[in-house]
């Protein structure tokens, strides 16, 4: 092991976080509350809302940086969900879907 910045790995903690959100049911604590739907294209807003929290906490300031953050991990998460489904998603978030959301976490935690 040495100090010179060589061989690191940035973001490495997406994954944990991704997988920790997955095992200890976040993610699917919020596939029950969020809207989804079977037609072609549609992005369970489940995943979209925890890879965009998973952006944010690598430091993505907007959606278009959280899309990018999300297209570098695609290998690792699948498809990269786009920014403007991520828009369509906290457009929906009204009083009701956040306090769904709240009552998800608490029961996470």
């Known amino acids: 092991m040495a100090a010179d910045g060589k ?3 940035g973001h ?3 994954v944990l976080l991704r997988r920790l959100a ?3 049911g976040l993610t699917r604590g919020l596939t029950q509350v969020l809207p989804t739907s079977t037609s072609a294209g ?3 807003r489940a995943g979209v809302l925890v890879q965009l929290a998973v952006a944010m906490v690598l430091g993505a300031r907007s959606v278009l940086e959280a899309e990018q953050l999300q297209l570098h991990h695609q290998g690792l998460f699948g498809p990269a969900a786009s920014d403007s ?3 369509r998603l ?3 978030l009204d009083d009701k879907a956040l306090m ?4 998800v976490r608490r029961r996470v935690r």
Do not use: H, N, S, Y
């Open 7 to 9: 061989g690191l790995v």
């Open 12 to 14: 490495a903690g997406a």
């Open 22 to 24: 997955d095992r200890v």
């Open 42 to 44: 549609w992005r369970e």
């Open 85 to 87: 489904t991520m828009r």
């Open 90 to 92: 906290l457009a929906e």
């Open 100 to 103: 769904k959301i709240a009552k």
